[in-house]
């Protein structure tokens, strides 16, 4: 068992250009969940998708954020034109469709928009 | 909607002392209830949960939760705390979405241990 896996770590960027961060999740799972995490607060839900379909999307996903899981494995989450405010942590978490569905999440990737 | 509110943003305990951490929810029908750990550089780790039956819940590494209805309360305890606890710890309560549950979190409270 690998664990959730994220990519990169720590992303550095100017306001006004976009990003892309990656999200492995755990090979047997089905869901894979996006969160955003400011400093202070405890993560809060942006999206989730079971296999590649995207399944719910919270308010706070504007329409510069997009999301896929194209093959059902992997993720992607995409912010254009990054503003200052967008700076956070991105934790992304996986699930199985068994039984209680216990999210397991990954270190995370911090954006810091200048 | 619901939501969780944690009133310690910070909690000192020595080492080897007792812990309860306070969490209040507000969610109209019957709550999923979790505790949540995150260490620095580490992703959110799941010690316990709530879902129905005993209101005392177990978890991982020596912790326990009680389930309190009539108080909208699910805090966490452990009786004797050890360094390594030290790390930020987050209540969530969930709701069903599509067959999965989407957990709202609190906005957490850090745990420092003194030796």
């Known amino acids: 068992d690998t664990g959730v896996s994220q990519d990169p770590r720590h992303k550095i960027t100017k306001r006004g250009q976009n990003v892309t961060f990656r999200c492995d999740p755990i090979s047997e799972h089905n869901r894979l969940y996006w969160y955003r995490q400011t400093l202070g607060q405890g993560p809060e839900f942006l999206t989730y998708f079971q296999n590649e379909a995207q399944l719910e999307k919270s308010r706070l996903l504007s329409d510069r954020f997009s999301a896929e899981r194209p093959k059902g494995s992997f993720s992607t989450l995409e912010i254009q034109r990054t503003e200052q405010g967008d700076s956070a942590m991105y934790l992304c978490?996986?699930?199985?469709?068994?039984?209680?569905?216990?999210?397991?999440f990954g270190p995370g990737t911090r954006l810091t928009v200048l | 909607a619901q939501s969780v509110t944690q009133p310690d943003i910070h909690i000192t305990v020595s080492e080897g002392a007792s812990l309860e951490l306070r969490c209040n929810y507000s969610y109209g029908a019957t709550p999923y209830l979790f505790w949540y750990v995150q260490s620095p550089g580490q992703g959110l780790q799941l010690l316990l949960k709530y879902f129905s039956g005993d209101t005392l819940v177990q978890g991982i590494k020596g912790f326990e939760a009680e389930f309190k209805r009539s108080q909208s309360s699910f805090n966490l305890r452990k009786p004797s705390v050890h360094w390594s606890d030290a790390a930020e710890y987050f209540c969530?309560?969930?709701?069903?979405?599509?067959?999965?549950?989407?957990?709202?979190f609190g906005r957490g409270t850090s745990l420092i241990v003194h030796p």
């Open positions: 978490a996986s699930s199985s469709l068994a039984g209680y569905n216990e999210q397991f």
């Open positions: 969530a309560v969930a709701t069903p979405s599509g067959g999965s549950y989407i957990p709202t």
